[in-house]
């Protein structure tokens, strides 16, 4: 059976009855180049809704390769459908928790409604007027891609 991990901030992580969830990353062990893989890469950013828009995937893969200093490779293994990156190859001897942690800080950046009533991963995306809404209570923001930093200061 598919582990599960809530998408949410840390203080929900042991709630078995929150509503927003993913599939726990699947990490091989590494290879003798010593990269692994995760193998269930398209589902995971399926249920994170990345595949919303290309550019919010590459920023994904950007911040795993920026956090993990190192580079990753996409392998497109669907058949059907050749523009999904189905596993990601991350050099590195990595493990599920060095993966699994930095999708957390990923999520609670970029995936939860910055609204601390709030924080629900219901973010909409709209790539035309450059605006993101959150779907849960409302607030709508400009879609900045350094949105931590701003939210700072
Ligand atoms: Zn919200």
Redesign the pocket.
Same mark, same amino acid.
């Given at each position: 059976m598919n582990q599960r991990v809530n998408i949410g901030p840390k203080e929900i992580m042991n709630d078995s009855f929150y509503r927003y969830y993913r599939e726990k990353a699947k990490v091989t062990c590494p290879n003798k180049q010593g990269q692994i893989t995760i193998t269930n890469f398209a589902t995971i950013t399926r249920q994170l809704e990345l595949e919303q828009s290309t550019e919010r995937l590459a920023s994904f893969i950007k911040y795993l390769k920026k956090e993990f200093g190192t580079n990753v490779k996409e392998l497109k293994n669907d058949k059907k459908n050749k523009n999904v990156t189905t596993d990601l190859v991350i050099n590195g001897h990595l493990t599920v928790d060095d993966i699994e942690s930095k999708i957390q800080a990923f999520t609670e950046i970029y995936i939860?409604?910055?609204?601390e009533? *709030?924080?629900?991963p219901?973010?909409a995306f709209n790539i035309e007027d450059n605006t993101v809404q959150?779907?849960? *209570?409302?607030?709508s923001f400009l879609y900045n891609k350094d949105k931590k930093k701003s939210k700072k200061k």
């Open positions: 939860l409604c910055p609204s009533q *709030c924080r629900k219901e973010l959150c779907k849960a *209570c409302g607030i």
